[in-house]
């Protein structure tokens, strides 16, 4: 890695709700700032569930890792990479190139940003339905041993769910907000989703054909990290 203090950080906060509230955190690094052998060691440094190196602005090419592992494509850290390339480039679609396929990303009439991602490369959550919303907000965590890679949902209405996200297999306690979770909610229950999730973020999710899904929502920029 180069000089520590040459690496900027830029913080977003994806999906959060209407008004810029909550969302789940996520680093963006220039990829030329940080070597490959290196990378595991940022993301684990930042303490995000997913830190993101863009590598090529022109192609859209990237890496996502967790403070864990490396993933192939995971929905929030491309959601908050389509964001900030939309807005550089000035354009409104953009194709961005994780190791998991070739994404599409656009931005909505209403200030969201949306991408529509292969199903097969995505994180293979376990999805458990609970009784009722209120049990979704009563979890501390994981409801069994095995159940590390779970999404805990439940119906608060028709098209609208209440969901929670434990990932420690990833070295992720909660997720805050979990486009991919998302995307395979929406694929199973084959029905356009709002989803509530943790402590107050928002997703939209639609299924599109038995190998994609859609996902988008809002994304604001925080303060950057230098480190």
Known sequence: MN????????????FT???????????VVDGALVATP????????????????????????????????????AGHPVVGAAWLLLNERGVET????PPGGIVRAWAGSDGSTWIDAPLETLPDWTLV???????????????????????????IESGVLRVRCFAPRYGVIEDQATGSAALRLAAALKEPLEIWQGNGSLL????????????????????????
Do not use: K, M
């Open 94 to 97: 953009f194709e961005l190139r």
């Open 3 to 14: 000089n520590p203090s040459e690496v900027l950080v830029r913080v977003l906060r994806v």
């Open 17 to 27: 709700d209407e008004n810029g509230s909550q969302g789940n955190a996520l680093g």
């Open 38 to 73: 290196d990378r595991q060691g940022v993301a684990l440094e930042l303490g995000f569930s997913e830190t993101i190196f863009i590598d090529d602005r022109a192609t859209g090419e990237i890496r996502i890792f967790t403070p864990a592992v490396e993933l192939p494509l």
């Open 204 to 227: 939209f999710a639609s299924p599109l054909d038995s190998e994609r899904a859609s996902v988008g929502g809002f994304v604001v920029e925080d303060e950057p990290l230098h480190l």
């Open 129 to 155: 339905e609970l009784g009722s919303p209120d049990a979704i907000d009563a979890l501390s965590g994981p409801l069994q041993a095995d159940h590390d890679h779970v999404v805990y949902w439940a119906r």
